[in-house]
């Protein structure tokens, strides 16, 4: 495959941490090092090449999981209340809620997800939002060009 020789590079010391005081900018570079002898290229991201940063990629990503996530629970709504007509709903929660019950313990932590107990969502919910805040700190503080 000729397409390698082809091309030409260009490798300078342009990473971080530098081995000097303030380390070298070079915008058409084609590889960077660093002094840690660490070499990475100066490629777009995919990300970037689609015009979004990470933070935007994220939410989106998000949005989708959500959207597939309710799309399911909606999917599997319609298929029990078509093949589970004769017996009641409230029935079947209790069933469902029983088994989980009877595998996690009653004394277990995940019992609160399984009853209705609003204190149990409530820090369901809380330590979901508290994750995500966390995720985004990681989002927005990445360095997708190592520099």
Do not use: W
Request: net charge negative.
């Amino acid at each position: 495959d000729g397409s390698i020789y082809n091309k030409s590079t260009f490798v300078t010391d342009c990473g971080v941490p530098s081995a000097f005081d303030e380390a070298l900018k070079c915008e058409h570079c084609t590889m960077c090092c660093n002094a840690n002898e660490d070499c990475y290229p100066q490629d777009e991201t995919q990300i970037s090449k689609l015009g979004l940063n990470y933070g935007t990629f994220a939410a989106v990503l998000l949005a989708g999981f959500v959207a597939f996530c309710c799309m399911v629970s909606f999917f599997l709504y319609l298929y029990r209340k078509r093949n589970n007509s004769e017996h009641s709903v409230r029935e079947s929660i209790e069933e469902a809620d029983n088994y989980a019950l009877s595998k996690i313990g009653k004394n277990s932590v995940y019992s609160y997800f399984v009853k209705d107990n609003f204190a149990g969502f409530l820090l369901a919910f809380a330590t979901l939002g508290i994750q995500i805040v966390i995720l985004i700190f990681f989002i927005i503080a990445s360095e997708p060009k190592l520099q």
